[in-house]
Structures are given as C-alpha cells and as structure tokens.
C-alpha cells in the first residue's frame, strides 16, 4: 500500500497516556464515486463511523513490529456531497496479554476512486480534529491482569468536546509500529442475542465505600509491560470517627488498625483518629487490591501526611529498590521482597498513629494524585451487594426486555436501594452489550455478566466483567466497546429519581465468522449434545486468534491454540485463524530464546510445553490442510525454536529452564528447572519438524535426528523400572523426584519414549494409575490421554474417559465446555465455564466414533474405521480443504452398515478393527467388506 497517512492524536505532552480515548474526524465532499477503501488502524482500539453508521471495531492483535492495519470496502456507505468519517480511538498506557501498546496513535486512509477515474485520498493528518473523550472516562481500574482498563461511559459528557486540529507524530512508516501490512484474518461477526427470560428482580444496596488501589501504577508508575512485580508497600489512611464502635471491613491484604493487625474483619475505631494502614507484600500479578467498608455513616478519611489533599491515602515505599520480575524468570528462583524490607514495612504499619507513623517513615512517604492510586471501579458494588427484597412490584411488562419491539419495560425507583434486573441470555455468549432506554440525567446503569449461578449463589470471576453507564436525560442508547462474555446478565438502576423505561437490551455476539462445517449426531443424546456443546465452546473462543476462553482472558495461549486448531480442522476449517496464531507465535522469537507463550503480549514468561506444541502445531497446521506457502513460510522459526531449546538442554542432556514448567493444574511436582514432561513435549517438537524437513526436502534432517536421539536418550535414562513410570521432576541438587504422574506416561506413549517393553506399565498408569500417582487435572491435559489411547489402539477407553468426565457438565447444565474437572472440594464446579481446549470430544467423536482419520496431508488419503462404542448409529462429518468428508452407520441386526462420502479428489479406504468382530456382516455403501478395503473418488 502506499501510504500517505501520518498518525495522530491529540496534541499532548504525555504519548503513553492512561486509559485516554479520543474521537477523531474529517468532513469532506464528494462526487460520484466509483469504489472507496479505508485502511485503519490504531494503538490500541478504535471504532469507525462513517456518516453516523458503526462500520468496524479494530485493529486485530499484533506485534508492534509486525503491526497490522484494517481495509474495508465503503464504497457504499458514501455519497455525493458532504461526507463524515469519526472515529473513537483508545490508548491502554499499559501492555495486556493482548497488546503491547508503544504510543497512543491512530492511522486512517481513505483511497477514493470517482465515477470519471480521478483518484482521492483522505489521509490522517493536521487537517483532522480531534478531541479527549470526556464521556470515557479515563480513570478506571483494570478488567484483570490479562485486560485492559474497565469501561465507564458519562453520557452527560458526551456534548463536551473539545475539538482542534489533531497533531501529526509520525509518518505511517515512521513511527514504533513497523512492518505495517493488512488483517490476515476475517473480521467478527454481530448477531443479536437476546434474553430468554427475566431470571429475577431484587432490590439491592451497594456497600458504603470502597477503595480499590493500583498497585501496579503506584509501585511501578513507569513500568507499562505485563510483567509481574516484586513489592512492599504500606497504604495508610486516617479514619475520624464520631464515636468509639466497631465496624466491619472486607478485602485488602495485611491490615492495621492503630498498630493492632486486624484479623477477623473487625476494626475497632476510637472516637476521633485513628490509624488504617495496609501491608502489601506480593511477587507477580498483584496490580490491585480493594478494601470493602459495608457502613462508613460517621466516618471521614483524610490523609495523614497532608490532611487536605484530595487523596486522603497515603503511599510508604521500602527502602531500596523495587524489583519488576525478570521477563523470562519464572520457577524457581523468582524475585521476591527481601525478608529485611517486608519486616520494615510491617513496623511501619504497626505505629500507634499518624503522628508516628509519618515520623517512622519519613522521606519514604509519598502523595500521589487520587486519579493514579484509587481508580474508579465499579464492580465492587455489584460483587459484594445484598439483596433487600424482590423488585418484581417495580416493573410493568418485563418480557418486553426479551426482545426488539416498540413494546417498554418500566421500572420504578426503591426506597430500600437500587434495582436489579437479572436477565438469562439462555446460555454461554460472547459480545458488545447494547441497550436503549430513557431515563433522568445521572441515572447510574451497571451492567455485568457472569457465567454461572446457583440459586442466589453468583460465581464471579474476579474480574471486572461489567461496565457503568451514565445516562443524560431523555433517550440513550449505547453499544458498548468491548467484548464481554456470560450468561446471565445484571443490569442494576443507581441513583434513580424517577422510573426508568427500557426498550431493549442485547448481545452483540462478536466471534470469528464460522462456517459449520463439522457435525454429529448418535443414539446416545447424550454423546450428541457433548458434541454439540464443544463445537460451540470453540466457536465462542474464535475471534481474532484462538482464545483460551471469553470471559476470564480472552487471551492466545499458544498451547491451548494448539488443542483449539486440531478441533477446529474438524468443525470449522479456518484454517487463516490457526495459521494467524502460529504467525504471531513465530514472531515471539524476535525477543525470547525461544516462543512466547500467550501472545501478543507485554507479559515475557516462557512456558516451555507452550513452546514445543507450537512446533507440534506447524506440522499439524500442514497435514490438516496441505498449505506448503505456510510450512516454507513457518519451517525457519521452527528451527531457531529448537535451537533455542537445544541451549537450554543442559541436565544431563535433558531440558532445563527456570520457566514456568506447568503442564496442568494437576499438582504435578513441576517447579524446578529440569521437569520431564518438558523434555517428552520438545521430543515431540523434534519429531514434527522432522516431518516438515521431509516434506519441504530441507537439509536439516542430520541435525535434527541428532539432536532428537540424544535427547530421547537422556529421558529414557530416566525411567524407573520399578515404580513403572517416569519421575516428575529432576531437584536442583541432583536428586530424583519422589511423585509420578500420568503426564509423562502419556507424553512417553504419544511421542515414542518408552523403553522396550513398558508400554503396558504406560497404559496402566493410564487406565489404572497408582493411588500414589498424580491424576491428570483438566480436559487439556487429558486430550494428550486421549492422543496416546488412540495410538495404543485403546480408542474405546478414550471415548468412555470423554463420556464419563463430560457427562458432569451436562448434568449441571452447562452450554459449554469447562477449564477443568470439578473437585471435591471447590464451591463451583470450575473456574472458567467456557474454555475451548476442553472441546476434547470433538476430537475423539469424530476420529472413534465416526472412524474418520486423515492419512496424508490435506486429507488426500482418509482412513476410515467406526467404532460402534455400543452405539446403534451414528453419523456425521469433518472438514477439509477437499470438502466435507462424511460418514455414517447403523447397526441392522447383526450387521455394521458404514456409508461414506468423500468429495473428489480424497482416495479413502476403510479399515476393520477389533470392535468389528461383533458383527457377522459389515457393508461399506451397501457392498459387503471382509478385509479392508480401497476406494478413489473421482468425480
């Protein structure tokens, strides 16, 4: 493209502001017109309008050098005469496990063709105006950890715009963003979604007060990655109270209450002064803390170093140096706060008043501005409420919330608190919340998703899964800007002086544009709906890459990508979107040793498995569709992955890294350096890029074969004869882990590291593991199980493991697949309700069930060989790059039935196996089979 555009802003002296959004725009004539693209782009998001039309929210995630711009056809949103380009734009002023934002920036160009052939170009420059948002506010605390900062909207602010000319920062190929080229990937789709039923009403107040603090601003105000961070630090405050009385307290860390640690949730208040300091003492991804007072009548707090300023906290800062943990440092040998500076902070917060306190502590005092250190939030409001009474009597016409009519809901105020509204969008959904409703000028509307409840028990997240919403008078209507994920939906009325009318409220839901290509169907309804809930579960964690769920992250985990790809060769076929994944993965290696494993991302920790099945990934990524461009394109970061890998093979030959060496959730004894099922996954690796040197016909093969043998060499050494499996870890100081783990056994069945005549101790640790033994903890580690059963041809206990341990979700309801398997002692059934490297069963299903299994890159060659699992039929079908290949069965007596259907160009043979020796007859498209069979398609 040849760019003429310039990126802007508003003019400032801060280009990495905090959680700004401006609006930018153009008005400009036009003729007749031909055809007209807009390329955009933005550090971070934007929202394009054109002529008052919401074209597109963008861009895609990527690597600032590797950074990626939107084109769009709108030719037919113009027309002859005055025309209106505004676009919305926010800068995070931070990394996320998304972005990696380096200066708040928005690139546009619109290429006009008219009617008579004359080109025009509206390019982002001086010529535009640009204005702060003063509706978005700016001050919010963060979603979470992985996200950026928490949607608040004043729509009363809207009008106040202060537009000027924008400031032009840098060419379009000049700036921090390098290596500018177009989406590689479809843009989302928007499908309206509407509630199903008014769940409940309820009456409900909010607690008194709330702080919530940025830790990660006020300790480290000039660190914008992701990274986790090693500090102390006290927070204190002066509570003036008008009588001695005890009130109760939620939330924060280590709390003081006149030098007194306060461990029962109580504080015991003098009249008049008195001292609330907090400890915070935290290695990693503590960026927040906030403190729940559910009564505060009575109280003032003020500041104790500066009783006027408008912060009315205080910052202590230890002595010394704070530490920000290492970008690749993980475990073990994590930075942390020195034993010296954690006693030093607790002192401090053990002083009897402010008096003391601010003597003891001296010049380690600091006033910050309120703005940086108590972000707006919120979500405590809603997160810790309680409910007064039923609000059913306040509404008129409640069903007209569940659709887009002319019909209103009316609700009128509470004395007793505000009112509630809990919406069931019918199951798991991801997407913008939108709704229109009148209401008086300061109307507060709150709105958050969650994913599971049971009766009035609410599982939240922990993140800030919601937005607030303040209305101007009249009419408002709002789409909101960021992708949210749920169920159930609460919608909560504040601060209400008259009845508030609600036309319709919405989801927006936003995902990858899938083609349903995949299906299933058996006897078994149950088996049918597994099928069916995974397929979706994927569906929903398909956006601009792989995700690793909607709701709690959001985020491309290159692991889970993995599991994610192989699901959706069989459901969907996008294969752009798996290749878009292992691209940004590859890019990774631009600055780590060896693949990132969340990206793109701010937050630098290497996760080795992650690593090693994006090898495994590329290859896969090659025999699912046949695509030669991509492996040429991928095979080089392969090789320096590996070669990454072999620096760190330094225990004894095998993989040895202070990483964060998980696997599973499992307590799999895996915080050290040297953790087998590293060294079993880079084994792996080494065997898919093999694959892709003889496919290419590179000349790698020698080093790669040497390198794969001493390796598999040194794991073998490492196999207990005795206990039947491998060890979990080797100890820094040389010695043997005690714990064993179905892991490994897995890992050593699937990639060929099992010495001679272990198969069956691997299979029994499988099957029937040791009471000792550590089970696997999540559907993503056991699709690895699942791997390894089908190659030792136990395929029928693969399907009866998926049976068993998703039947649980089914008998809970659930829409979509979890993170992980209930336990015993959890008080909900999991973490995350939708979490799509748990769609396992559409690996099994298709591949046991239906019997179908590619052969040869591109699924030229498919082998096919059901497995009834007791089943009385079953049918269905699976992409590929040829079409849809298909097969079905039935059981007629004592005969198997098989029905197959290939599109051309796919040579497919079937293939008995065990399972058919129940059968006195089977019949391939009605022809009698006594041995296997070929067959081509030609057609």
């Not at 979490?835 to 298709?846: D, L, N």
Request: hydrophobic fraction near 45%.
């Amino acid at each position: 493209m040849e760019w003429r555009a310039q990126w802007i802003w508003v003019d400032g002296p801060d280009r990495h502001p905090y959680n700004e959004t401006i609006m930018a725009r153009r008005v400009f004539a036009l003729a007749e017109i031909a055809r007209a693209t807009l390329a955009i782009t933005a550090d971070a998001v934007y929202r394009l309008f054109i002529n008052g039309h919401w074209v597109e929210d963008g861009p895609c995630r990527s690597w600032p050098g590797h950074f990626q711009y939107d084109v769009l056809d709108v030719t037919a949103l113009l027309h002859p005469g005055e025309n209106e380009i505004v676009v919305v734009a926010r800068h995070f002023g931070m990394s996320t496990f998304h972005r990696v934002p380096r200066e708040a920036g928005l690139l546009a160009q619109l290429d006009v063709v008219a009617a008579d052939g004359t080109p025009l170009c509206i390019a982002t420059d001086a010529r535009w105006q640009a204005a702060r948002g003063a509706a978005h506010v700016a001050d919010t605390a963060r979603i979470s950890i992985q996200m950026d900062q928490a949607e608040w909207y004043d729509a009363r602010l809207a009008a106040a715009m202060d537009w000027a000319p924008a400031k032009a920062y840098y060419p379009a190929t000049g700036g921090p963003w390098q290596d500018l080229h177009p989406r590689d990937v479809r843009f989302l789709t928007r499908e309206p979604i509407f509630p199903v039923r008014v769940y409940e009403t309820a009456v409900v107040t909010a607690p008194a007060r709330h702080f919530t603090f940025d830790l990660k601003r006020i300790c480290f105000p000039e660190d914008r990655t992701a990274n986790g961070c090693a500090f102390a630090v006290v927070l204190a405050t002066v509570l003036e109270s008008e009588t001695a009385r005890e009130i109760p307290v939620h939330g924060g860390t280590a709390l003081y209450c006149n030098g007194a640690r306060v461990d029962d949730g109580a504080l015991r208040l003098r009249a008049g002064e008195n001292l609330l300091a907090m400890v915070v003492n935290s290695v990693g991804h503590l960026y927040d803390t906030t403190l729940i007072f559910p009564q505060w009548d009575g109280l003032t707090a003020r500041n104790p170093l500066r009783p006027d300023d408008e912060n009315p906290w205080l910052v202590i800062d230890p002595p010394g140096e704070r530490d920000a943990v290492s970008a690749i440092a993980g475990y073990p040998g994590r930075p942390a706060v020195s034993d010296a500076i954690a006693a030093t902070m607790t002192a401090l917060a053990q002083q009897p008043d402010a008096a003391a306190l601010c003597a003891a502590a001296g010049p380690l005092c600091r006033v910050i501005p309120r703005a940086v250190m108590l972000p707006k939030d919120a979500y405590p409001d809603f997160r810790h409420r309680r409910v007064v009474r039923p609000a059913d009597d306040l509404l008129t016409d409640p069903a007209a919330l569940l659709a887009d009519n002319r019909e209103w809901t009316t609700i009128s105020p509470a004395p007793e608190g505000d009112v509630e509204l809990c919406l069931d969008l019918g199951k798991e959904v991801v997407g913008y919340l939108t709704f229109e409703l009148t209401a008086p000028a300061g109307t507060v509307v709150d709105a958050h998703l969650i994913e599971y409840r049971e009766g009035a028990r609410l599982q939240h997240t922990g993140h800030r899964n919601g937005f607030r919403y303040i209305c101007r008078a009249g009419v408002n209507r709002f789409v909101s800007m960021r992708r949210r994920a749920g169920r159930y939906l609460f919608l909560t009325l504040r601060g209400m002086t008259g009845p508030v009318r609600i036309r319709t409220v919405s989801l927006l839901q936003a995902t990858y544009p899938v083609e349903h290509r995949g299906a299933f169907r058996c006897a078994d309804s149950a088996f049918t709906r597994i099928w069916e809930i995974s397929a979706y579960t994927l569906r929903l964690c398909m956006e601009d890459t792989f995700t690793d769920c909607p709701l709690y992250e959001q985020t491309l985990w290159v692991g889970d990508a993995r599991n994610e790809a192989l699901y959706n060769a069989i459901c969907y076929g996008a294969d752009d979107l798996t290749l878009r994944c292992l691209r940004l993965t590859a890019q990774s290696l631009d600055h780590l040793p060896i693949t990132g494993c969340q990206v793109p991302s701010g937050w630098d920790i290497l996760l080795p498995a992650w690593s090693f099945l994006w090898g495994i990934g590329v290859w896969e990524h090659y025999f699912a569709g046949g695509d030669r461009a991509a492996l040429e394109e991928l095979y080089p970061a392969v090789l320096r992955n590996l070669r990454g890998a072999e620096s760190f093979c330094t225990d004894r030959g095998l993989f040895s890294l202070p990483a964060w060496n998980l696997f599973d959730w499992a307590p799999i004894d895996q915080d050290h350096c040297t953790v087998l099922h590293n060294s079993l996954f880079l084994l792996g690796a080494l065997q898919a890029a093999q694959q892709c040197c003889d496919a290419l016909g590179a000349a790698d093969g020698p080093w790669l074969t040497a390198f794969h043998d001493r390796l598999r060499a040194a794991v073998l050494a490492r196999w207990d004869a005795e206990r039947g499996s491998y060890p979990d870890a080797i100890h820094e100081d040389g010695t043997v882990s005690a714990r064993t783990s179905q892991h490994t056994s897995a890992l050593a069945l699937l990639y060929d590291a099992l010495p001679a005549g272990a198969e069956a101790a691997a299979l029994r640790n499988l099957l029937d593991p040791p009471a000792e033994m550590t089970r696997i903890g999540s559907p993503f580690a056991l699709q690895y199980v699942l791997e390894a059963l089908e190659k030792a041809g136990r395929d029928a206990d693969a399907v009866r493991i998926v049976r068993e341990l998703w039947q649980g979700m089914l008998d809970a309801d659930a829409t979509t697949c979890w993170e992980g398997f209930p336990q015993p002692d959890s008080s909900f059934p999991t973490r995350s309700h939708c979490h799509a490297w748990s769609s396992a069963p559409v690996y099994v299903f298709t591949r046991t069930i239906l019997g179908m299994r590619p052969a040869a890159p591109g699924a030229a060659e498919v082998v096919v060989s059901p497995r009834p699992c007791g089943l009385a039929h079953a049918e269905g079908a699976s992409a590929s790059p040829l079409g849809d290949l298909r097969v079905a069965w039935r059981v007629e007596g004592e005969t198997l039935a098989i029905t197959v259907e290939m599109p051309a160009g796919v040579n497919w043979r079937v293939e008995p196996n065990a399972d058919w020796a129940a059968f006195s007859a089977v019949t391939v498209n009605g022809a009698a089979v006594a041995r296997a069979i070929a067959g081509a398609t030609d057609r």
